[in-house]
């Protein structure tokens, strides 16, 4: 690690902590004489090797921007929890030799990329006892049927593997609005297959991937697509399993990581906690939020980079149903300190697809007069919460962010490479968005 010291926070998908690790890091703030303590959750597309190699690589800036004269004493954690991750989605700057053996995808004629051995192995790991239906997804995506029967057989497979149990606590944590009562399941998995898997299609290419010229002697039964249609069953699969990692990202963050800083503020009170994550992980801290024990005031600041959830999720009341609120609502009032969105034009994941995949599963049902397009917190920033500024990479340089409230940055300037479909979704190792976290913690440099 490039950083010391350093802690690891794992939990599982109830948002059951790792006791030991958990115990370690409560003797290890103290005996390190930790003043603050950077906490990182990664997003829903990482396993535990990449979340470590992005922990490094994020961590990496931090020493040298603090300087030899300062009198805070950092620590860092990364928090470790049961995500799903795509082997065959390109990861910016990603170092070639984290890639295990084996996991090298392949792409079929047509320009549609398979599920690697890698990708299957990982959903049944995170849908245990559907090892049936995952071998049968990925035999449908590699023979590709040129019939509408075959799409509602994938999207029927699908809607099972991510399905929950009657009763399961988790629905209560797949909505970033509403009441926080459970959720159905997404009805992106019970409209049409091929209309759907059609926009889906269409989405992709509109994000810049290339889906190859039509294959000879194709029928075109499918929508006028032909086997084509299939990129969007592909995303499909992709999407529900999202919409299952953002469940989960809200289970861990208020049932797991609150608690744990609330365990962290009685045994080592003065210690200042700055909450960072990515992706899901932006979901996974601000619902660690909700967690805190009502005594536990140690969290100084929260830096979200390319938040992928609603950015309404903050909002006292949704534009046009003052009937309702963002699930997080007033949840920056248990922050001493700001809660800050990084967002990036550059960001496909988030400015195409999500908006996509939010409006396909009535995600914006509840948002009267908005029309279909219900925005990511890593596309524009926070939005409709009162008194939210609007901050640079440039005030963060030169001491000028705001202390307090809701904040949102253009960190477009950095966060602009990356391969379609997600864009720039991944490209956050940068020296830039450090300063923002040491910015928004008041950490003195």
């Known amino acids: 690690m490039s950083v010391q010291p350093y802690w690891e926070l794992t939990f599982d998908a109830d948002g059951d902590v790792d006791t030991r690790q958990r115990d370690r890091l409560l003797a290890g703030v103290a005996a390190e004489r930790v003043t603050d303590l950077v906490m990182f959750s990664h997003g829903w597309n990482n396993d535990q090797s990449m979340a470590t190699w992005l922990y490094d690589r994020f961590f990496a800036p931090f020493p040298g921007l603090l300087g030899t004269g300062t009198r805070a004493r950092l620590g860092y954690v990364g928090v470790l929890w049961p995500a799903m991750r795509f082997s065959d989605e390109p990861i910016p700057d990603f170092t070639p ?96 297959p091929v209309g759907l898997c059609a926009e889906l299609t269409a ?39 999202y919409f299952a990692m953002k469940r989960r990202a809200g289970t861990v963050g208020q049932h797991g990581l609150g608690p744990a800083l609330g365990r962290l503020s009685q045994s080592a009170g003065t210690v200042r906690v700055h909450l960072v994550g990515h992706s899901f992980g932006a979901r996974l801290v601000s619902f660690a939020l909700l967690g805190l024990p009502a005594g536990a005031h140690n969290v100084k600041s929260v830096t979200l980079l390319q938040g992928a959830f609603s950015h309404y999720a903050y909002a006292r009341q949704l534009p046009g149903d003052a009937s309702h609120s963002g699930a997080l609502r007033d949840a920056e009032n248990r922050v001493d300190g700001p809660v800050v969105s990084c967002f990036s034009s550059h960001d496909t994941a988030l400015g195409v697809i999500y908006p996509l995949a939010s409006r396909l599963s009535r995600d914006d049902s509840s948002l009267i007069g908005l029309g279909d397009r219900w925005g990511a917190m890593g596309h524009d920033g926070i939005q409709a919460v009162d008194g939210t500024r609007r901050a640079t990479i440039d005030d963060a340089r030169a001491g000028r962010f705001p202390v307090s409230g809701c904040v949102s940055v253009d960190v477009s300037a950095v966060v602009c490479s990356g391969s379609p479909p997600a864009g720039a979704h991944s490209d956050i190792c940068h020296e830039e968005l450090a300063r923002v976290v040491l910015a928004a913690g008041r950490i003195s440099h």
């Open 97 to 192: 030799s984290i890639i295990a053996p084996g996991t090298a995808t392949a792409t079929a004629p047509g320009g549609r990329t398979e599920l690697s051995d890698e990708t299957c192995r990982a959903l049944t790991s995170t849908f245990p006892g559907q090892d049936a239906t995952v071998r049968r997804l990925a035999e449908l995506l590699r023979e590709r049927p040129d019939s509408p029967e075959a799409l509602g057989e994938f999207a029927r497979l699908v809607r099972d593997l991510v399905a929950l149990p009657a009763g399961s606590p988790a629905a209560a944590f797949a909505a970033d609005s509403g009441d926080g009562g459970p959720q159905p399941d997404p009805a992106i998995l019970a409209d049409d």
């Open 203 to 241: 989405a992709l290419q509109e994000t810049g991937v290339d889906l190859g010229p039509d294959e000879d002697g194709e029928q075109q039964l499918l929508g006028g697509l032909g086997k084509k249609l299939w990129n969007g069953a592909h995303e499909l699969l992709r999407q529900a399993t």
